[in-house]
């Protein structure tokens, strides 16, 4: 009895793994990426776990500078260096953050490197695990982006409920009254007298219909998500839609409307909303030119996104105008209408139609020299972004 408790003990005393035996568990850890680099920073052992989350097969790989798992932005800041370098201060350097693959595709790993130390207490170089977490940390944006629309929209909801309150029931009101004293007094008043009133209600009535028709766009974007549908578009093709649409109201103004854009430029974006954001600001540009003016629609590509610049020899804009442009509170809505000069929610609208095809929108202006609105838009279909998140750990449970 007690020679067979003894001889496991014996075995256990006896057993040394071999480097092919940590070899093998290496390689069988597939959610995990593990590789070696030297003391100048070269890859020099590679796992089938990395082979699986970067795509570089070992032969393709060995011999490469650990540089090449970095994206630009990491090396441009130092990214590489700054992870030795902590590895040997403390023992070991953590982080979260995007890794380019050999098809160029980026992913989200949580990352772990640390000294390869020597049986006599030399450094032999560094290891380098990585775990690949693209699917948690795009499902914790969805819930993060989803959280933040749904804040959106509240903010939303009471803003077109203020509008809906203050900047049609008002000018609502005063057609009414309008109309209450023409049905009044008509028999009495002189037929220039009602011409002018006739004229009032007429444009006031137009107004409103504006103001409704950028309410539906508005709301259209903002809670009818299912009706968004992204695809390659030709960017001149809709230039010349909005030219067609708005040249009998450059005419009567004596504007000039011109394109400085190649024909195959093209842009990712929603048709219809393309048009939307096209036809609000060169419209705007119109209502703020003077007589013989000029509008001048240019793009430039800039890496994955079309950057469009509408430019307008108009009235230009102050500082204070240009930093309230995209989040107008009620006072200046009302004011604008009062003003002749639109809606004032057209920006709002325009904004939120950028924002969800992906693209941003800001503005330069000079008081009495006119004003450039530059908006974006990806060239294909958008990926996801690079970008800060909070710390990912290895998720330990069993």
């Given at each position: 009895m007690?020679?067979?408790?003894?001889?496991?003990?014996?075995?256990?005393?006896?057993?040394?793994?071999?480097?092919?035996?940590?070899?093998?568990?290496?390689?069988?850890?597939?959610?995990?990426?593990?590789?070696?680099?030297?003391?100048?920073?070269i890859?020099?052992?590679?796992?089938?776990?990395?082979?699986?989350?970067?795509?570089?097969?070992?032969?393709?790989?060995?011999?490469?500078?650990?540089?090449?798992?970095?994206?630009?932005?990491?090396?441009?800041?130092?990214?590489?260096?700054?992870?030795?370098?902590?590895?040997?201060?403390e023992?070991?350097?953590?982080?979260?953050?995007?890794?380019?693959?050999?098809?160029?595709?980026?992913?989200?790993?949580?990352?772990?490197?640390?000294p390869?130390?020597?049986?006599?207490?030399?450094?032999?170089?560094?290891?380098?695990?990585?775990?690949?977490?693209?699917?948690?940390?795009?499902?914790?944006?969805a819930?993060?982006?989803?959280?933040?629309?749904?804040?959106?929209?509240?903010?939303?909801?009471?803003?077109?409920?203020?509008?809906?309150?203050?900047?049609?029931?008002?000018?609502?009101?005063?057609?009414i009254?309008?109309?209450?004293?023409?049905?009044?007094?008509?028999?009495?008043?002189?037929?220039?007298?009602?011409?002018?009133?006739?004229?009032?209600?007429?444009?006031?009535?137009?107004?409103?219909?504006?103001?409704?028709?950028?309410?539906?766009?508005?709301?259209?974007?903002?809670?009818?998500?299912?009706?968004?549908?992204?695809t390659?578009?030709?960017?001149?093709?809709?230039?010349?839609?909005?030219?067609?649409?708005?040249?009998?109201?450059?005419?009567?103004?004596?504007?000039?409307?011109?394109?400085?854009?190649?024909?195959?430029?093209?842009?990712?974006?929603?048709?219809?909303?393309?048009?939307?954001?096209?036809?609000?600001?060169?419209?705007?540009?119109?209502?703020?030119?003077?007589?013989?003016?000029?509008?001048?629609?240019?793009?430039?590509?800039?890496?994955?996104?079309?950057v469009?610049?509408?430019?307008?020899?108009?009235?230009?804009?102050?500082?204070?105008?240009?930093?309230?442009?995209?989040?107008?509170?009620?006072?200046?809505?009302?004011?604008?209408?009062?003003?002749?000069?639109?809606?004032?929610?057209?920006?709002?609208?325009?904004?939120?139609?950028?924002?969800?095809?992906?693209?941003?929108?800001?503005?330069?202006?000079?008081?009495?020299?006119?004003?450039?609105?530059?908006?974006?838009?990806?060239?294909?279909?958008?990926?996801?972004?690079?970008?800060?998140?909070d710390?990912?750990?290895?998720?330990?449970?069993?």
């Amino acid at each position: 009895m007690e020679n067979k408790q003894e001889q496991p003990k014996i075995l256990k005393k006896r057993y040394i793994p071999t480097a092919e035996f940590y070899s093998q568990i290496i390689d069988s850890l597939q959610d995990y990426s593990i590789f070696t680099i030297d003391k100048d920073y070269i890859i020099n052992s590679w796992s089938s776990g990395s082979t699986k989350i970067f795509g570089y097969e070992t032969d393709e790989v060995i011999g490469e500078p650990f540089d090449i798992i970095f994206t630009e932005e990491d090396l441009k800041s130092g990214v590489p260096r700054r992870e030795i370098d902590t590895a040997l201060i403390e023992g070991r350097a953590t982080d979260n953050r995007w890794h380019i693959a050999k098809d160029k595709s980026i992913f989200y790993a949580y990352g772990l490197v640390f000294p390869l130390i020597g049986v006599e207490g030399e450094l032999l170089g560094y290891v380098k695990i990585l775990r690949d977490l693209t699917d948690r940390k795009q499902s914790e944006d969805a819930i993060k982006k989803y959280v933040r629309e749904l804040e959106d929209l509240n903010t939303h909801k009471e803003s077109v409920m203020a509008i809906l309150s203050h900047d049609l029931r008002s000018p609502l009101s005063a057609i009414i009254g309008t109309a209450k004293y023409l049905k009044e007094n008509f028999q009495t008043m002189k037929p220039e007298a009602v011409q002018h009133m006739l004229d009032l209600l007429y444009k006031s009535s137009v107004d409103e219909l504006d103001m409704l028709d950028y309410l539906v766009e508005w709301a259209r974007i903002k809670y009818a998500s299912d009706v968004f549908s992204p695809t390659r578009l030709k960017l001149t093709d809709y230039i010349a839609k909005v030219f067609a649409s708005l040249s009998e109201m450059a005419a009567i103004n004596t504007i000039n409307l011109h394109h400085e854009i190649a024909e195959n430029t093209t842009v990712f974006a929603d048709g219809k909303m393309l048009i939307s954001i096209i036809q609000n600001i060169v419209s705007n540009a119109i209502k703020h030119t003077e007589k013989g003016g000029k509008i001048t629609v240019s793009a430039t590509t800039e890496s994955d996104r079309i950057v469009v610049r509408i430019q307008d020899t108009g009235v230009g804009m102050s500082e204070e105008i240009m930093a309230k442009l995209f989040t107008p509170q009620m006072k200046s809505l009302s004011e604008t209408r009062k003003q002749n000069k639109g809606a004032g929610i057209g920006l709002l609208l325009v904004k939120g139609f950028l924002e969800k095809n992906g693209g941003e929108i800001w503005v330069e202006s000079i008081e009495g020299q006119g004003s450039s609105f530059y908006f974006t838009l990806p060239t294909d279909k958008p990926s996801y972004k690079i970008g800060s998140a909070d710390e990912i750990m290895f998720d330990e449970s069993p």
